[in-house]
């Protein structure tokens, strides 16, 4: 038996098991405790059994979870949390806990913080109940896209807060450093409109050196223009920004989303990953940002804003950003390999472009790999485990396939993504079934590439998937949903890998774009953290993938018996679900790193399970195998525990960018 317990900042993800099946178990209710308070909450239930009323404030003890590993989007960030798993039998209505049990996880914490990395990841899932409840009473009847849109640009709105969660805080924490401390704060930028993030920057004045491209698109009025952000660039110029606008010629962007704070005349700390300066960045994409509190790091991407500055013209050219052979020549010879000053891990950081020429307009078959993809995918081929990830649009060749080809080499390789692009997600499929994996993406009224279950793109639900409390949701509000640009490998092993930043996996973007791609190697927590990420946003994307695609094999209410337990264990009681043994397979990193409460802990190791003397309760023949050990009689079960009055939950979270 054993139950263990994952967080980020965003969100705890946890996993058990009693050994096997549980003969006339029909779920667990599931209660979060609060360390430092000393209370224990029931979660809420996300489904019924079919035929009662979906009530407000209905919990887990009524409605048991079914499944054998869980999510809590509402645990609040930066309290330290243990998860109680009691197993519940009896029928609809009538629940009793069962005379085993209960489990209880590992102490977690919700904080960014590892050491000299802080991981930030935001609710920017916006296919959910609770954003389509939230739209739809106060749209005044309006389309829920434009309703998001009055949310996320009012600051202090609920829902944007709720949204983007502590990426604000990410993206506003150097400028307000950099405004009480005096310092300067250097920045590359391919998107700017936050209100919120540019309150920060503006104070800054003269002490803000700022490099911001262009992206194509519409203006305000609806009119075509080579410049989206042109008013947010002259705001910017008249606060007295020291602004570089760096034009970038077709087909190539200025794509990098990274602040160095620089003190004196010494780099001190870097931010960067996938979150646009925007709205939408914001709140209407998932995204995630590390701060790097390294010097080694800072000087690294400070070195690189000044190449990227001395590779710009000066203002009057259509292009100002011409790429040309100093910059690129610099950053093939990379990375800047860096050992992390609190020895948690290490970094390789790779800058774009980087190949010795821009991409063909038709690339051939024999087309180069770039220099930081080689490094990526030499990593992915080695993966022992698991390999997790979410991308945007990498196009081709990308990760995707070859995460592909690891899969098909090693078919035991744990692997789940999730990604915007449907063509991504054929892609995979094709790479695993011996075809051709197509460059060119299908036609308008082309028949849609197949998917795999394993690698799917994003899909909400309809109006036409709706049934009983479900309702039609908004999947997305421009051109991206998942923005991320994550690959997670081995997360549980001391040899893990996270590949993050601003660039989209794919040769496009070494070739023809401004980009950092970050190997972070050996770094247990912030694997950890990446890992919980990836495995959130895919299990909110698999359920609406089965009730598009197989609508008999995606859950509508909960099971009147314990036959919802076949699709985790086999005749044996052995453990047939991949994903079920992928976290069971994991012992979360007990490194004693800082955490926001002196405490609090931010990883425990879990505790042995002594409530049935280490012997599971679960029947068959693997179970079988302890009866030679003597089971201790079942005390008489107690009620469920009374808890304190829980809060509301918070909203449950969860342009064209690149």
Known sequence: MKAVAFSNNDIAVFAWTFGGKLKGCLGFAIYRIDVLAGTETPLPAMATFDGQSADPGRTTVVDPIQKFFWKDVYAIRGKTYKYKIVPMGGTPGNLAPMPYGPLITNQIQLTPHYGTLSAYFNRGILATQATAKALNDTSGGGPMADALTQHIYTIGDPLRNDLAGDMIDALTSLPKEAAQSGATLKCAFYELDDPEVIGTLKPLQGSLN??????????????????????????????????????????????????????????????????????????????????????????????????????????????????????????????????????????DIWFSPNTPKQRASKPKPDEPTPPDLQALFDLIGKAQQSILFLVFEPGYPSIVDAIGQAQKVNPALFVRGAVTDATAAGEFYTAIHDGQVPVARPKKGDAPLPEDFRVIHTRGVTKGDAFGQWTQELNQAGHAVIHDKIVVIDPFSDNCVVAMGSHNDGYKASYNNDENLNLIKGHRAVAEAYAAHCLDVYDHYAWRYWLESEKDKAWHFLKADDSWQDAYFAADNSVKSSELNFWLAAVPKTDALPTMHATGSTRVRPALQEQTGGLSPAVGPHAAKAKSAKTPKSAKSPKPEKTTKATKPALQRKTKSK
């Open 210 to 347: 700022l490099i911001l491209t262009n992206m194509p698109g519409q203006d305000g009025t609806g009119q075509p223009t080579n410049d989206v952000y042109e008013p947010e660039r002259e705001a910017m110029k008249a606060a007295g920004a020291d602004v570089t606008d760096r034009f970038m010629a077709a087909n190539h962007i200025g794509h990098n989303k990274f602040q160095v704070l620089v003190q004196g005349d010494k780099p001190q700390a870097a931010l960067f990953g996938s979150t646009n300066v925007t709205a939408h960045g914001l709140c209407a994409q998932t995204n995630n940002t590390i701060i790097a509190r390294s010097a080694a790091v800072a000087v690294a991407y400070d070195d690189y804003w000044i190449r990227l500055r001395q590779d710009t013209l000066p203002p009057g050219p259509k292009v100002t950003g011409p790429q040309d052979e100093p910059l690129r020549s610099a950053d093939a010879k990379g990375p800047v390999s860096v050992d992390l000053e609190d020895g948690s891990g290490k970094i």
